[in-house]
């Protein structure tokens, strides 16, 4: 671990991998789980794998680039996750507000992709992984979606052509690694509460983002001060205009405002009603 100014670095052995805290790398090592499973079932001299490194016939795993020494001459499965983004499918992502307390849900369908590149020292070899891969994804895509955030994958899989492994393996000199890449879609479903942290003296609560705004709001007026410019137009201590009701009526103060209501040219006095129950006329 290491230390920095006002802030603290996290090594991946300290960080929770779970779908609440670490959506991403959860679903690299959901999609892990899955291949070692399906290629675990596999028959000896079928690709069969096993967790021994010694024993196991195909290699699974995150690693890359993989490591002739950890692949030897075996084939391997290298599991990336592709660009993710939020999709903003609904108007502010708003699933919903409490009332008692003002937290707001907010909720966004994240497309992705996961990318299961079959690596072997033969073009058809690779193929043959790259097509079980897709398949077994495709027709055991239920036990995926009952993961936990995944709202669906496994179809529309896409094999890609047998190329050369390039910047996958290293250590690979004579370039006889060859990778078949299958590509799956994964749409992800995030949500995301936010849960006001400050209040008012008044006790009144504040949301957390409207706190930020005012915080993000004194900094800003403190640069435009530091080089002359005007305060923003929208501080609370500019009021553009304000209304009192005198004994002479309703009069309006305006200060670059709105101006009075006027008819041709001439000022409309606003002066007080007389209710028509006490028998006079209104003016």
């Keep these: 671990m290491t230390e920095t100014t006002g802030s603290r670095v996290f090594t991946a052995e300290e960080n929770d991998i779970s779908w609440g805290n670490d959506p991403l790398n959860y679903l690299v090592r959901v999609f892990i789980a899955f291949t070692q499973t399906i290629w675990e079932a596999a028959s000896k001299g079928a690709f069969h794998w096993t967790l021994d490194p010694l024993d196991t016939e195909l290699v699974i795993t995150e ?6 020494d950890t692949m ?12 993710s983004r939020f999709n903003g499918s609904s108007l502010d992502d708003l699933q919903g507000l409490n009332f008692r307390n003002a ?4 909720i966004d369908l994240i497309p992705t992709n996961i990318t299961i590149n079959c690596l072997s020292r033969v073009a058809a070899e690779a193929r043959f992984l790259a097509w079980q891969n897709a398949r077994m994804v495709w027709i055991l895509r239920k036990l ?10 496994g179809r529309r899989n896409e094999i890609g052509p047998v190329t050369p492994a390039g910047a996958l393996v290293s250590g ?6 060859v990778v078949c890449p299958v590509t799956i879609p994964v749409f992800m479903q995030w949500s995301d509460f936010v849960t006001p942290l400050k209040f008012e003296a008044n006790g009144h609560p504040i949301h957390t983002l409207e706190h930020l705004e005012m915080q993000f709001r004194v900094k800003t007026d403190a640069v435009r001060a530091s080089i002359g410019m005007a305060p923003s137009a929208n ?16 009069t309006v103060e305006t200060a670059g405002g709105p101006r009075p209501p006027t008819i041709r040219g001439r000022t409309i006095q606003v002066g007080t009603s007389v209710p028509v129950f006490q028998g006079s006329k209104v003016k």
Excluded: F, Y
């Excluded at 995926?144 to 994958?153: N, S």
């Design 103 to 106: 937290a707001e849900k907010h």
């Design 144 to 153: 995926l979606i009952a993961e936990k955030g995944i709202q669906d994958c």
């Design 235 to 250: 501080d609370s201590n500019m009021s553009r205009w304000s209304a009192h009701r005198g004994q002479e009526g309703l």
């Design 172 to 177: 690979d000199t004579e370039a006889e690694w």
């Design 63 to 68: 690693e890359n680039p993989v490591h002739v």
């Design 72 to 83: 030897e001459k075996r084939p391997a499965l290298m599991i990336a996750l592709g660009p």
